[in-house]
T-cell receptor
């Protein structure tokens, strides 16, 4: 079974609004990463948060991690049409092996 | 930097044919991954190479799949014979030693008729 499960599966918002996506996982981790995938493209790394971190920021992105609940959230503030993509969380099952969730499809309407 | 390069970008073949997918990792990266992405199963790791040596091939579906990395700048994933259920997008990714960030190629969309 997949380690990370994103919620919601799909999200539609208006440009300028914030988008929040959640990820739950099952086993202990060293770090959790978020990736973006535009339609027909490969995945692009967005941000990594380590197990001893609770929150991390990168531009309009804010990631939180709650290891007690085995969950993470990705917040995109002031969304833009260009943010339309699928977003995946990935947890490290080992030193090299990432387990990807099923993804959240985000649609930002102009 | 050109990033991870994959070829072909699209491949349409008939059941039973041999298919070879190619990947050129980012120069200097010493680890390479092959993934398969489908709607039903999401993104699955097929095989992982470190310094050109296969370390973990537990995700390779069956004997019809094989992967090689003859040198640090080239890898192939071969399916022989191909079947319709192999239709998917196949991604290659590479990573530099000591890093946690994988860099993905654009993928090869494979359709087996």
């Amino acid at each position: 079974s997949q380690q990370g499960e994103e919620d919601p599966q799909a999200l539609s918002i208006q440009e300028g609004e914030n988008a929040t996506m959640n990820c739950s996982y099952k086993t202990s981790i060293n770090n959790l990463q978020w990736y973006r995938q535009n339609s027909g493209r490969g995945l692009v790394h967005l941000i990594l948060i380590r197990s001893n971190e609770r929150e991390k920021h990168s531009g309009r992105l804010r990631v939180t991690l709650d290891t007690s609940k085995k969950s993470s959230s990705l917040l995109i503030t002031a969304s833009r049409a260009a943010d339309t993509a699928s977003y995946f969380c990935a947890t490290d099952a080992s030193s090299y092996k990432l387990i990807f969730g099923s993804g959240t499809r985000l649609l930002v309407r102009p | 930097d050109a990033g991870v390069i994959q070829s072909p970008r699209h491949e349409v073949t008939e059941m039973g044919q041999e298919v070879t997918l190619r990947c050129k990792p980012i120069s200097g990266h010493n680890s390479l991954f092959w993934y398969r992405q489908t709607m039903m199963r999401g993104l699955e790791l097929l095989i992982y190479f470190n310094n050109n040596v296969p370390i973990d091939d537990s995700g390779m579906p069956e004997d019809r799949f094989s992967a090689k990395m003859p040198n640090a700048s080239f890898s192939t994933l071969k399916i022989q014979p191909s079947e319709p259920r192999d239709s998917a997008v196949y991604f290659c990714a590479s990573i530099a030693g000591g890093s946690d960030t994988q860099y993905f190629g654009p993928g090869t969309r494979l359709t087996v008729l």
